[in-house]
């Protein structure tokens, strides 16, 4: 009976020994359940770090696209600034015609006061052909 008692108790703590290799294999699944989550995590902080990148990327694409209407507008500008130059030198033209169109009227008022004088040299020719005639 002694010896079934013993055996009793080695069958007991074999169970015993049985379950808690149950609890480390238990405990081992969990370590790598553990290990998997800390990989897990490291995925999405990479994963959070590809996403801030990713929004940079956004930005950097925002402010090119703002460059490019800057340059557009700027080219616009210089487009304007041309057409204002045009718009000068044809008032310049203008006020070069408004000179020429004053120097056309002096001109014309010359020439009828050359007609005038010619007309006083036609009568001083006629009084002086009268006054030889009457002498």
Known sequence: MRLSLIDTELLMLSLIETELL???LIDTELLILSLIDTE???LSLMLTELLKLSLIETELLILSLIDTELLKLSLMLT???KLSLIET???ILSLIDTELLKLSLIETEL???SLMLTE???LSLIDTELLI???
């Open 22 to 24: 149950k609890l480390s």
């Open 111 to 113: 020439l009828r006061l």
């Open 40 to 42: 897990l995590l490291k």
């Open 89 to 91: 030198e044809l008032l």
């Open 79 to 81: 487009e304007l600034l």
């Open 133 to 135: 005639l009457s002498l």
């Open 120 to 122: 006083l040299l036609i």
